[in-house]
């Protein structure tokens, strides 16, 4: 399997993913204060089921919690989609309740 590359595209505000070097998908964004709002996420048909919408999802979430300064508003059914399947992920959602487990 080749190799799936994302980079942030901020002036574009997108991510971007790139497979062999070329464009085959990308999470649309928009910026607010407090949030970032997922909008569309997009794999080109002849690339799904390579997990590419999974690598931009997961990469775009983890860059969002690595820079600490926003929650997420997943307004895209497949970003929204995926955050469900990952738990570890719902801490960003904006709304969503904060966890009251203690260690």
Do not use: N
């Amino acid at each position: 399997m080749a190799d799936i590359e994302i980079v942030k595209d901020a002036d574009a505000h997108r991510y971007v993913a790139t497979l062999d070097g070329e464009r085959v998908g990308f999470a649309q964004y928009q910026l607010t204060d407090e949030l970032v709002v997922f909008t569309h996420t997009e794999v080109e048909d002849r690339c799904e089921g390579l997990g590419i919408g999974s690598a931009l999802a997961r990469f775009a979430l983890d860059d969002v919690r690595a820079d600490g300064s926003r929650r997420v508003l997943p307004l895209c059914p497949f970003i929204k989609g995926w955050i469900g399947h990952h738990p570890d992920y719902r801490d960003l959602v904006y709304g969503a309740p904060l966890s009251t487990a203690k260690d």
